[in-house]
């Protein structure tokens, strides 16, 4: 069996410098040398994401710095994209996904999207900054079996409970599972907001999900 190690370590120095073209081919490299996507995505791209995030906390690199790793990320996602996708069966169903009112980060939510259409289940995608209105209107729009409800601020964690309430109140509540996550979410505030699921990570959660459409 091949040793990606320095292949991972690369793209994950590639995301820490924000080289976007460089990182899509690095990616691409490892793809056909025969490395797995999700070892790609977990050693390389969370791993070098992880990195820029503890020097941010650190005060060491500042939004800019940040910015620009989210972009690369974002490029080196899209590229693994189809190889995640191919290691999908038929679609077995549909989901909705957005990062809820106020927050706009979606690296995470983006994750989770990939990891879930890896699972053969269409995503609906809502996008960041997401009014519990639009995903009442989304449900009742789609046979989306399951909402998926991404929070990375501790003050956007409470748009999740808003989302979950709107849907109750709207009577479609229990057309749906709710999957919450994102970095200050626990399972506590889960239960504690009425969510059927709390997954820590993107991989996770597409199994959980997965798991809904029998
Ligand atoms: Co923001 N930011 N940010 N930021 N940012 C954090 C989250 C923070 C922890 C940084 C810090 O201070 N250490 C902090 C939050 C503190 C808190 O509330 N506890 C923070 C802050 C404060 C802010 C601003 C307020 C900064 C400011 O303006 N002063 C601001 C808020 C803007 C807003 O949303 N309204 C802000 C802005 C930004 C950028 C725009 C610069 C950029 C986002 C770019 C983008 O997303 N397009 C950014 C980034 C990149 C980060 C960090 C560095 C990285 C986040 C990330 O993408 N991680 C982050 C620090 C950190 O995480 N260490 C930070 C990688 C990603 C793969 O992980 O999103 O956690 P994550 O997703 C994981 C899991 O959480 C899980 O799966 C994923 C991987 O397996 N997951 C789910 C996520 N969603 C899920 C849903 C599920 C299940 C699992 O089910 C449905």
């Known amino acids: 069996m091949a040793d990606f190690t320095e292949s991972y370590n690369e793209i994950s120095r590639l995301l820490q410098s924000g080289k976007a073209k460089d990182i899509a081919v690095s990616v691409q490299k490892a793809l056909d040398d025969g490395a797995s996507p999700r070892e790609i995505l977990e050693k390389g791209l969370i791993a070098g994401m992880s990195i820029v995030g503890g020097k941010f906390k650190r005060g060491e ?3 800019p710095e940040v910015l620009i ?3 690369a990320m974002n ?8 190889a995640l996708a191919k290691a999908g069966v038929q679609p077995v169903g549909r989901a909705i996904i957005c990062t809820v009112k106020g927050d706009l980060h979606d690296i995470g939510k983006n994750l989770v999207k990939m990891m879930i259409e890896g699972k053969g289940i269409e995503v609906e995608d809502l996008g960041v900054d997401c009014d519990p209105q639009k995903i009442v209107e989304a449900v009742k729009n789609s046979n989306a079996k399951v909402v998926c409800l991404s929070a990375l601020l501790t003050t956007t964690m409470m748009a999740q409970r808003d989302a979950v309430d709107a ?7 229990e057309k749906v599972k709710i999957m919450v996550g994102g970095a200050p979410v626990t399972q506590g505030f889960a239960d504690e907001i009425g969510a059927d699921a709390y997954t820590a990570d993107a991989a996770s959660a597409a199994e959980v999900c ?3 459409y029998g």
């Open 61 to 63: 690199v500042f939004v």
């Open 69 to 71: 790793a989210a972009r």
């Open 75 to 82: 490029t080196a996602t899209a590229a693994l994209k189809p």
């Open 167 to 173: 849907l109750k109140n709207a009577g479609i509540r």
């Open 210 to 212: 997965r798991a809904y």
